[in-house]
């Protein structure tokens, strides 16, 4: 990776420092350890000497400058800093950073590492450096400003020349690269930001620090911010604001019309979608986490540590949720349908403003009208609506004849609480959770359903299964095995961080280093 930077920061420390302590050259080293540059040339130039490669080098401890402080401005974890004069005459003969000295204070550290050289004063005659860009291509750096500079890792190749007449000044500091992601409103959208020490380790593990944006001391060029699509298609001063940072936009349904509508090609933009069915599949600033909604509820979940009880009696045969009908005519088609049963069982309704029964004195969100937004509430449940009543009815986000098993939280809720369910989703939805490694209940229930593309005939055959449910009986010993079963996999925690680090982590940062 390569990356120009700017270096907000009073230079004039390192500028005025007595550097006529040192003298030293690299050829020693760089003949041995980099033979197969020189090869390619027939073999190290006999012209370069210890008296035309030399530099003047400072090395500043965390005692004489505030690493911290630095880091912070940079969002990276700086490990050490020096300062370098090449006096007129001098080069830095082509080579590539080999980070002897991080490898050595950090041997068992994997984490990615780079150099930065800032240079500090504005440019002068006969000063420049060639370097290899992302494509390999070379460059040179001239008629630069004091702070700016670059960036780069070990699969650069550069030289540094001064054939000027005044000394040539650059600061370097060597660091390990984190990438460091600010987030505002949407802090409850982005799963990394949770106080459990798992995630924040695994964000670590990786490079990744999150960060409030009201957090940040200085926001430098080289932060991400995070925002929800919501907040993305609200945004547009915000992100004016920054206009050298890069953006996540995270959380979306790729077929949901609002949703992909907002997606753009701009590579300062890296998109998360919650599915596989955007039609934009080849674009390098996308990424699809089909477990998005099964990581994001299981911390809902293990914040709240709903109380699960499956010995109580049922007082009902089922349990129906509905916020949206509006712009979802398919489910006011299932509700037409239903409508004989729905005695039989809890539910709710967004459109006509019918909600769910307050059981439990602790309930703190039991009215959700059409129009709510509030993510505390979308996400609450009662759970003496779950162990009051035998299965969940499940009304999926989507309903589309020609997608394939699509799941949000709506599905993962009664395999938290425990709960046998059937789903009215996309053809597909339970053969889909099988591949994940649930087990769904064709031991209690028809499951035919899930295949048929007709609302008509999976409401025909949900029905049939309400009312062969016997509600004077609890689970039979089978039944709650798969119960057993799908909540210790629901929390499994290891699969956790191997699905954020499939579909989040790795995507992200290789979008974020390119």
Known sequence: MIRSIFFDYDLSKFLNADYDAHYGSCISYQKVEQEDIHSTVGGFPKSYHEDNTRIQQIWWTSNDVDYKEIGNILGMEVVTISAILQPPGNVVTLHRDTFFKIKKLYPHDNRKKVRANIYLEDWQVGHFINYQDENKDWQTSTHWKAGEGYMWDSDHLHLSANAGLTPKYTYRYLVFIMTRIVYEGASKVLFFINAQPWLKE????????????????????????????????????????????????????????????????????FFLFADKQHGYINAKNITFAETFWWTQYFLIADTYRWPIDTSLPNHKHFLMQARSIKNKPWRKEVFDK???????????RGDIQKSLPRLSSSNEYNDISENETDFDKLMYIDPMWYNTSYCSVVLETFYDETSKGFTTEKTYKPIYMNHPFMIISNPGTLKKLSQWGFVTFDNIFRESYDNMVSIKEKVKIIKSNIKNINREKRYDTETLARLKHNNRHFCNQEIIRDNITRE???????????
Not at 217 to 222: A, L, R, V
Not at 338 to 348: E, R, T
């Open 202 to 269: 695994l964000s670590n593990k990786h490079d990744l620090e999150f960060i409030a944006y009201n957090k940040v001391e200085k926001i430098t060029s080289n932060d991400i911010f995070y925002l929800g699509f919501s907040e993305y298609a609200n945004s547009h001063d915000f992100i004016k604001k920054y206009p050298d940072n890069r953006f996540i936009i995270g959380g979306g349904e790729a077929f949901d019309p609002f949703f992909s509508s907002l997606y753009c090609n701009d590579q300062r933009f």
């Open 338 to 348: 239903m409508l004989d049963i729905l005695p039989m069982g809890y539910y709710s």
């Open 504 to 514: 989040i982590i790795y995507p992200l940062k290789e979008w974020a280093n390119d």
